[in-house]
């Protein structure tokens, strides 16, 4: 049996206090299905809090601890097959006014250039539903780095 995933915060609940996140951005478009521009404003305003997806450090959640474990590996599998060169990512990303995120890697593409890989993990029932591509809120989440 593998050894839990613990997860250090490094800060994190000041920096989602002064920033909305990329992956809160949906909600300012209505388009988030976890999240409305109505809670956002109250979490961002201190007057609800953020729910806490942590225990002592462990994901509560068992669809969160199997992203959280498989990013590293499909992080690498995408290296390895696209030819992307990693780079030093930071923890918090911000733009100076209120906008940043939490990104999960920074790379270089041979053919495009710089840019971030933002894994998502989802069940074959899930991902069906989507398409041809993400749903909007994980396309909003990844423009929200540029």
């Known amino acids: 049996m593998n050894a839990p995933v613990k ?3 490094d800060g994190d ?6 920033h909305v996140g990329a992956s809160e951005v949906a909600a300012l478009f209505d388009c988030s299905p976890y999240l409305t521009r109505f809670e956002l404003f ?15 450090g462990m ?3 068992e669809r969160i601890e199997a992203g959280i474990r498989l990013e590293p ?8 097959r696209w030819g992307y060169q990693r780079r030093e990512t930071p923890r918090h990303l911000s ?9 999960d890697q920074l790379v270089i593409c041979p ?10 993990t989802a ?6 539903k989507w398409g041809e591509e993400p749903p909007l809120n994980y396309l909003l989440q990844n423009l929200s780095y540029q």
């Open 95 to 103: 733009n100076g006014a209120g906008l940043g995120g939490h990104p």
């Open 73 to 80: 590996a499909i992080i690498e599998w995408a290296c390895d």
């Open 59 to 61: 994901p509560n959640n």
């Open 111 to 120: 053919e495009r250039g710089p840019g971030l890989l933002e894994v998502k």
């Open 123 to 128: 069940d074959w029932l899930v991902a069906k």
């Open 13 to 18: 609940d000041a920096f989602r206090a002064t």
């Open 7 to 9: 997860i250090a915060s």
């Open 42 to 56: 109250h979490r961002k305003a201190g007057n609800i809090s953020t729910p806490d997806f942590m225990a002592d």
